[in-house]
């Protein structure tokens, strides 16, 4: 790890930083806090970027301050998603769903949740590789489904769909069983790394997948198994729950939106639950993504 694995992590910057903390004013601690939560990647787990601070007594130091650090770290991370606003590339998905994930699970390791992905988009881009000579958007998709369920087992939690776990990609990766927007964003990371054209649609009460290229277009359920849709499907389906079709219903969606939507499900999920400090803080991260303003705490 370190320096060689992450060009923009150095260590003795955070050991500066720590030490700037250790002998700064109480006012201007927490701001020398949140620069060192700043200067740490998203794909370095905080507890081993910790680890790389050479002198021991700041290393001490440090890991006394670890809550503090995540804390000011995701909130750094969801803030900066609010500056890219509503684009639908993705190219922050990975990045968001996984510090989402630290809120649930802190000392998750992403290289694990990284390794997963990667090992199943070399999967499917073998099969691929496999039916070359005839290979339609269509096959595509229909090999993509078989994977992710058939093969890897992703599907929706049926039995237990309140359990926050569900919401958190990195509990995903490992129990294979996810809501259906959890599920969706699996799909999108094995795609990304496809080069896919693969897209998230936030349906009201059941998030969809789309898929449109040039020559094919199918809506994709990962909750149940992949299963692929018509709109006519879809529009029956918003019609049956007291819904009006609408087209924006079927925009693509972004990851702010989608990063919303998991935090407004996890928010509903603890309240029911009465888990009230998780409560407070998804709702704190809920707030940072709703707010328009350029100033956070």
């Known amino acids: 790890m370190g320096q060689n694995s992450f060009p923009d992590f150095y260590p003795d910057d955070i050991t500066r930083l720590l030490y700037d903390w250790e002998v700064a004013p109480a006012e201007k601690k927490r701001f020398l806090l949140k620069l060192i939560a700043s200067r740490i990647p998203w794909q370095i787990q905080l507890e081993s970027a910790l680890d790389e601070v050479k002198d021991p007594y700041l290393r001490v130091q440090a890991r006394n301050l670890k809550s503090e650090i995540l804390r000011h770290r995701l909130r750094h991370s969801f803030f900066k998603l609010t500056l890219r606003g509503n684009t639908n590339h993705y190219k922050d998905l990975e990045e968001m769903v996984v510090q989402l994930s630290n809120i649930g699970f802190p000392d998750q390791n992403y290289a694990e949740i990284k390794h997963e992905l990667d090992r199943i988009a070399l999967r499917i881009s073998e099969l691929y590789d496999d039916h070359s000579g005839y290979l339609t958007d269509e096959l595509k998709v229909q090999i993509l ?6 093969e890897e087992g992703f599907v929706g939690n049926i039995q237990s769909y309140n359990d926050p776990g569900n919401s958190y990609v990195f509990q ?27 897209y998230g649609t936030n349906l009201p009460l059941h998030f969809l997948l789309q898929y449109e290229s040039e020559g094919y277009f199918t809506y994709i359920d990962p909750f149940h198994g992949g299963v692929l849709l018509d709109k006519f499907t879809c529009e029956k389906f918003l019609e049956a729950n007291g819904y009006t079709n609408s087209p924006k219903y079927f925009t693509k969606a972004s990851t702010l939106s989608m990063i919303k939507r998991m935090c407004r499900n996890l928010l509903h999920i603890y309240r029911d639950n009465q888990s009230k400090e998780m409560e407070h803080m998804i709702k704190d991260h809920l707030q940072i993504l709703e707010s328009r303003s350029t100033h956070v705490e």
């Open 145 to 150: 489904c078989q994977v992710m369920f058939q």
């Open 172 to 198: 995903v990766m490992k129990s294979r069983l996810g809501i259906p927007i959890s599920l969706s964003v699996v799909y999108l990371l094995v795609a990304q790394r496809l080069g896919l054209p693969l």
